[in-house]
């Protein structure tokens, strides 16, 4: 397991992620930041996959993003996703959309972990970063 907190990632803004103006539409930089949070956990060594196979889930219960300067059509931007928080069943992120430096946009989420009958589950680092199986994960 790696206690990773932080994780950077290249996107190239797709034409369909963008307005009839080409700026890359408000609503894909929460896609962006779900991209961003599955890929610092996968780095570290969690697995969505397995979580769900055990009947756990996160939930956002609370999602926000302060948009700087407009993203366009055929952008190279990197997002930094990084965990500022967690606690007894919350995660929290933080997010960095920039382009060659200069801040897009930024924001953050809280996540609750949930049980498939919708009760919260307590987090543990076992609980998120297990060996993975021998069969192996996608």
């Known amino acids: 397991m790696t206690r990773l907190t932080e994780h950077s990632m290249e996107i190239r803004v797709r034409y ?4 009839a103006m080409a ?11 779900e991209m961003g949070r599955t890929e610092l956990f ?17 939930v956002v219960t609370h999602i926000e993003c302060d948009y700087k300067t407009p993203g366009r059509y055929d952008d190279l931007l990197t997002l930094t996703t990084r965990i500022s928080r967690m606690s007894f069943a919350k995660l929290e992120h933080t997010y960095e959309v920039t382009r ?4 897009v946009a930024k924001g953050k989420s809280v996540l609750a ?17 297990e060996t ?7």
Do not use: I, N, W
Not at 42 to 58: D, I
Not at 100 to 103: A, D, E, F, K, P
């Open 16 to 19: 369909s992620e963008t307005d």
């Open 23 to 33: 700026f890359l539409h408000h609503a894909t930089f929460f896609v962006y930041f």
């Open 42 to 58: 996968r780095a570290a060594g969690g697995s969505y996959r397995r979580m769900e196979e055990r009947g756990l889930f996160f």
């Open 100 to 103: 060659q430096g200069t801040l």
């Open 113 to 129: 972990c949930l049980d498939r009958k919708g009760e919260v589950q307590r987090l543990s680092e076992e609980l998120l970063y």
């Open 132 to 138: 993975p199986s021998a069969e192996g994960d996608a």
